[in-house]
C-alpha cells in the first residue's frame, strides 16, 4: 500500500487554536484509504515512476482538503455531499459552526524548531465547533505571511494562490450582479458580507481571474468567522507591505487587489453592524448615474445640474450663428455654470472654435483661434484668465483681436486676491533676500503679480498638473536652490507632504517620478521648500475634515478624485486612493482623464459594472465629464450594462439653515414663511464657496459667467458706440517699479512655464530652465554690489 507522509499539524492540534476537528481528520484518512485501495503496486525504481507518484501525492492531499470543504460547508440540503462514508460521520454541534477558508501549511522553525518543514498544502476549508477566540485574525494573518515567506520563489508563491483559489466554496451565480462587485480590481471580483447569529462577520468572494481568486480566497481565510472590530482594525499596509505574493513590479494592480478588496469588506462591515444596532445610516451626497440609456439623477443638486445636460436646441443654434457670423472664438473654465456648459458643449458641434479647459490651455487655444481668423475672443472665467489671454495674444502677434469677460463688474479669485496682499509682498522680499531662490508661482494669479514677483525673484509660473515636475527640475539643475512657491497655502502643504513621502520611497521609484533625484536629494530639498500659508481657493477649501469623515464611511471604495487645491486631510486620503490605483490628485485635466480611463478600462472588460467617482473639485466640471462618458458608452455597441456615477461631496457649509430666514431683512412675509418650513436651503453660506445656483463646491465667481452676458457681448460685437466697453480686457498700460512693462514682464513666468511644459525631455526642461538660472546669478550678483 502506497504511504504517505502528512505535515504533524494535520494530525494534531494546532498550539494556539484546536482549528482542526476531528471531522476534517477523518475526511483526509478516508481520501486516503480510497486512492491506497487503488494503488496497491510496489515501488517503482524508473524517474518517470517517481514522478508520477508526486503528482499522485499531491492529488490525493489537494482532493482530501476538497473532500473536506464539502463535507464542512453548510448546505441545506444535506445529500448534496457525494461522498457516502463522509456523510455518515456523526459530528455533535454544540454551537453553530463557524467556517473558514484556511492555507493549510506546515508552521515554520521559527514557530517550533522541532517541527521539521514539510511540504506545503492548499488552502482548505476548516471548521470550529467552538467560537473562535478574540484576536484570532491577527494570528491566521501571522500564519498566512509566514507560509508565503517559506516560499522564496513567486512561481510558488503563484502556485500557491491557485490551490487557495481552487479551495474557495463555489460563490452563488445570483451573487454576481454589480453591487457586489469590488471596484478598482483588474479582474472582476465579487463580495457578499453577512452576520451570523453570533454577530460574526461571514465573507463570500469569488473572481474571473484565479489569481485574484487567491487573494480572495486568502482574505476569506483570515477574516470569516471574525469580529466586526477585528474586520475594522486590519488595514491594507498589514498585507500590502509584506509582499505576500511575490510579483513583479509591473503586477503591482495585482496587489491592489488586497487593498481594494479588504477595504471593500470593512465598508459592508460596518453598514451592516450600524443596521443591526439600528443606528441611522449617512445620507449620501448627491450624484448623476450616467449610463447608455440616459442619466438618472439622484438628489435635488445633481438634478439642478442635470436640467442642463440637454440644453435647448434654438439657444444651441442662436449662439452658434452669432458666434460664426461675427467670428467669435470661445474659451471656457471648466468651473462654468452648467447650463452655460451644456450650451457651449453642445454648438462645438456647429462651431469648431469653442473650447473648454483648464486654464493653462485657455490662453494657447485662443491663439489658435485668432490664427483660424477669429476677430474676437470671449473668455468665460475669472478675470486673471482674460489677462492671461490678452497677453498671450499681444505676445503672439494678435494685437488686433480683442478680447471680452463676461462682466462690467471684477470677476476675482481668492487665489488672486491673496497674491495682491502685502503679505505676500514680504513672502517674495525674503525669498529675495535668501539667494539662491526661484519663485515657483500659481498661474491662479493676475499679471501685475506676476510681473512683481519676477522682479524681485527670478519667477516661472506653474499649473496644478506640472508643479511636481517643475520644482524637481528646478532643484535637479541648480545646487543649493531655495523654492518659494505661492500663494495656495494648501497646494503648497500638499506638495511639501508629497516629497517627504518620496523621502521613504527607493531610490529606484524615486528615479520614475524623476531620473535625476534620489532618496538623498529629496531629503536634502525638503529644508529648501518654502510656501506662503495664507491663501486658499473658497472652493476647495470646503474639502475638509466633514466631508473626508463621510467620504471615509460612504465612499471609501469607491474612485477618488481631489484638486491639488483640497486641504491636507482630502489630499491624504486620495493620495492613498491613488496609490491602490483608486485615485488621482492633479489639475481638472488629470482628473478628467483618470475618468475616462477608468471607463475605458470597463469597457474593454466587456461585463456589467458601476464606476463610482467622487469628484473632488468645483462641480461645474460635471458637464465636461458627462460629455466624455456619454461619448465613451456610445462610442461602442455592448450588451454589458455600464454605470458611472459622479458624486459631489456637499459640505454642511454649502447650505443656508433656514433658522436664519426669520430674521432676513426684505424678503416678503409669505416668503419667509414658506423657506422656514425647510431644512435646509442650497445656497450661499457667509458669501463664499458656494452661489445660489446650488450648494456644492461652487465658485460665485465663475458664476458670473452667464448665457446671457456671453449672447449680450456677441450679439454687441463690433463695439463701435462703446456700449461694453467695461467688458473688454483691457492691456496693462502702467509699469513695475522698475519701470518695465507689466504686460512685458507679467509674460515672461508664463513663456517660461510654456516652454517648460512643451519640451518632454529633460535635457530640453533644463534648457527651459537655463535663463532663470543666469537670471538668478545676476540677481544675487547685483544684491551682493549693493
Known amino acids: 500500500m502506497m504511504r504517505f507522509h502528512f505535515p504533524r499539524l494535520l494530525l494534531e492540534p494546532f498550539n494556539l487554536v484546536n482549528f482542526y476537528s476531528r471531522s476534517l481528520f477523518i475526511a483526509v484518512q478516508e481520501a486516503i484509504r480510497r486512492e491506497g485501495r487503488k494503488k496497491r503496486r510496489g515501488p517503482s525504481k524508473s524517474r518517470a ?34 461522498n457516502p462514508v463522509l456523510r455518515t460521520v456523526p459530528c455533535r454541534r454544540r454551537q453553530p459552526r463557524l467556517l473558514a477558508v484556511r492555507c493549510v501549511q506546515t508552521p515554520s522553525p521559527s514557530h517550533n524548531p522541532n517541527l521539521a518543514r514539510g511540504p506545503p498544502l492548499s488552502c482548505s476549508a476548516v471548521a470550529s465547533d467552538q467560537a473562535a477566540p478574540a484576536g484570532i485574525p491577527r494570528h491566521r494573518l501571522a500564519g498566512l505571511v509566514d507560509e508565503f515567506r517559506s516560499l522564496p520563489e513567486p512561481l510558488d508563491r503563484v502556485k500557491r494562490l491557485l490551490a487557495c483559489a481552487a479551495s474557495l466554496p463555489a460563490f452563488p451565480e445570483s451573487g454576481r450582479v454589480p453591487a457586489n462587485r469590488v471596484m478598482g480590481c483588474t479582474a472582476q471580483v465579487w463580495l457578499s458580507v453577512a452576520v451570523d447569529e453570533l ?146 458643449t453642445a454648438a462645438q458641434k456647429l462651431w469648431p472654435h469653442i473650447h473648454i479647459s483648464d486654464s493653462l490651455v485657455m490662453a494657447d487655444r485662443a491663439v489658435k483661434m485668432a490664427e483660424a481668423g477669429c476677430e474676437y475672443i470671449t473668455v468665460l472665467g475669472v478675470d486673471f484668465m482674460s489677462e492671461n489671454v490678452r497677453a498671450i495674444l499681444d505676445q503672439a502677434g494678435y494685437n488686433k483681436v480683442r478680447v471680452y469677460r463676461m462682466s462690467s463688474e471684477l470677476i476675482g479669485c481668492s487665489l488672486a486676491d491673496a497674491a495682491a496682499s502685502p503679505s505676500y509682498m514680504m513672502f517674495l522680499e525674503a525669498a529675495s533676500n535668501s539667494p539662491p531662490s526661484l519663485h515657483v508661482i500659481y498661474i491662479n494669479t493676475s499679471l501685475e503679480t506676476k510681473a512683481y514677483g519676477h522682479e524681485l525673484v527670478p519667477t516661472i509660473t506653474c499649473t496644478s498638473s506640472n508643479v511636481v515636475q517643475t ?84 465612499y471609501c471604495d469607491a474612485f477618488l478624485t481631489a484638486h491639488f487645491e483640497v486641504p491636507g486631510e482630502m489630499f491624504s486620503l486620495a493620495m492613498e486612493a491613488k496609490q491602490r490605483g483608486m485615485g488621482v490628485v492633479g489639475s481638472t485635466q488629470n482628473i478628467l482623464d483618470f475618468i475616462k480611463s477608468r471607463v475605458q478600462e470597463a469597457l474593454d472588460r466587456d461585463a456589467d459594472d458601476h464606476l463610482q467617482f467622487v469628484l473632488g473639485t468645483e462641480s461645474g466640471m460635471v458637464t465636461s465629464i458627462v460629455a466624455v462618458v456619454r461619448g465613451l458608452l456610445a462610442s461602442r455597441e455592448s450588451r454589458a450594462k455600464i454605470k458611472v456615477e459622479i458624486v459631489f461631496p456637499v459640505s454642511s457649509d454649502s447650505v443656508s439653515r433656514t433658522s436664519s430666514v426669520n430674521g432676513s431683512q426684505g424678503l416678503n412675509p409669505d416668503v419667509a414663511s414658506d423657506l422656514t418650513k425647510l431644512a435646509v436651503v442650497p445656497g450661499v453660506t457667509a458669501g463664499e464657496g458656494c452661489s445660489i445656483n446650488g450648494g456644492c463646491a461652487s465658485c460665485p465667481y465663475m458664476k458670473m459667467n452667464s448665457l446671457t452676458s456671453l449672447l449680450r457681448v456677441c450679439q454687441q460685437l463690433p463695439d463701435k458706440d462703446g456700449a461694453i466697453r467695461a467688458y473688454e480686457a483691457n492691456r496693462f498700460n502702467t509699469t513695475t517699479p522698475h519701470g518695465k512693462s507689466v504686460a512685458a514682464i507679467g509674460c515672461e513666468p508664463i513663456l517660461h512655464m510654456r516652454h517648460f511644459q512643451l519640451q518632454a525631455a529633460s535635457s530640453t526642461n533644463e534648457a527651459a530652465l537655463q535663463a532663470l538660472s543666469s537670471q538668478m546669478d545676476a540677481v544675487s550678483l547685483s544684491r551682493w554690489n549693493s
Not at 61 to 73: G, P, V
Not at 313 to 339: S, T, W
Open 49 to 82: 515512476k517517481r514522478r508520477e507518484r508526486e503528482r499522485e501525492r499531491e492529488m490525493v492531499m489537494m482532493e482530501a482538503a476538497a473532500i473536506a470543504t464539502r463535507f464542512l460547508n453548510p448546505s441545506p440540503n444535506p445529500s448534496s455531499i457525494s
Open 199 to 344: 454577530g460574526r462577520m461571514r465573507f463570500a468572494a469569488d473572481s474571473d481571474s484565479e489569481i485574484t481568486k487567491g487573494f480572495c480566497a486568502c482574505l476569506v481565510s483570515v477574516l470569516d468567522g471574525a469580529l466586526p472590530e477585528e474586520v475594522l482594525e486590519l488595514r491594507p499596509e498589514d498585507f500590502g507591505h509584506l509582499n505576500v505574493v511575490g510579483l513583479p513590479v509591473k503586477a503591482h494592480s495585482r496587489i491592489n487587489t488586497w487593498h481594494n478588496v479588504l477595504i471593500s469588506m470593512q465598508k459592508r462591515t460596518k453598514a451592516l453592524i450600524a443596521k443591526r444596532e439600528g443606528r441611522p445610516s449617512l445620507d449620501p451626497f448627491p450624484s448623476l448615474v450616467i449610463g447608455a440609456d440616459g442619466i438618472e439623477a439622484k438628489g435635488s443638486y445633481a438634478e439642478a445640474q442635470a436640467m442642463f445636460l440637454s440644453p435647448d436646441e434654438l439657444k444651441i443654434q442662436e449662439l452658434a450663428n452669432v458666434l460664426r457670423e461675427k467670428k467669435i472664438g470661445v474659451v471656457a473654465h471648466f468651473y462654468m455654470d452648467p447650463e452655460v456648459q451644456g450650451i457651449l
Open 471 to 554: 520644482i524637481l527640475q528646478a532643484f535637479a539643475q541648480v545646487p543649493e536652490l531655495n523654492v518659494w512657491y505661492g500663494p495656495d497655502s494648501y497646494m503648497g502643504a500638499n506638495i511639501a507632504e508629497l516629497f517627504r513621502q518620496m523621502a521613504d520611497m527607493t531610490d529606484d521609484e524615486i528615479s520614475r517620478i524623476h531620473p535625476e533625484h534620489n532618496r538623498n536629494s529629496i531629503i536634502s530639498l525638503l529644508s529648501r521648500l518654502h510656501y506662503y500659508q495664507d491663501g486658499n481657493c473658497i472652493v476647495h477649501d470646503m474639502f475638509g475634515h466633514e466631508v473626508v469623515e463621510r467620504i471615509k464611511e460612504l
